[in-house]
Nanobody
Framework: QVQLVESGGGLVQAGGSLRLSCAAS????????MGWFRQAPGKERVFVAG????????YYADSVKGRFTVSRDNAKATVYLQMNSLKPEETAVYYC?????????????????WGQGTQVTVSS
């Protein structure tokens, strides 16, 4: 059982930046493919970014390409999401998730473990 704990959310003005962190309890963290999702009020949870177990490969939703960067530090069992040029419509709860089997999936059902989420609010 992997426990994931997100942090780093908060209130930021449009155009600003935030860095989210997700700390894992699992010592074999590098075997997990990691993803970030977000859920805006009244909307479905959607994929944002993902990264391979070793950290050498990453992929993004089209809406965040060039502005968001996903990275990981396996020695610290932590994955990060650097978010720049934030927009008000990106206000959401952001979740990190871990997948045992899949790399490259944008579907939440392919992920096995989830954090509790962290709120990101972007003001206009």
């Amino acid at each position: 059982q992997v426990q994931l704990v997100e942090s780093g959310g908060g209130l930021v003005q449009a155009g600003g930046s935030l860095r989210l962190s997700c700390a894992a309890s699992e010592r074999t963290f590098s075997t997990y493919r990691m993803g970030w999702f977000r859920q805006a009020p009244g909307k479905e949870r959607v994929f944002v970014a993902g990264i391979s177990g070793g950290g050498s490969s990453s992929y993004y939703a089209d809406s965040v390409k060039g502005r968001f960067t996903v990275s990981r530090d396996n020695a610290k069992a932590t994955v990060y999401l650097q978010m720049n040029s934030l927009k008000p419509e990106e206000t959401a709860v952001y979740y990190c998730a871990a997948s045992i089997r899949y790399y490259g999936s944008t579907y939440d059902y392919d992920y096995d473990y989830w954090g509790q989420g962290t709120q990101v609010t972007v003001s206009s």
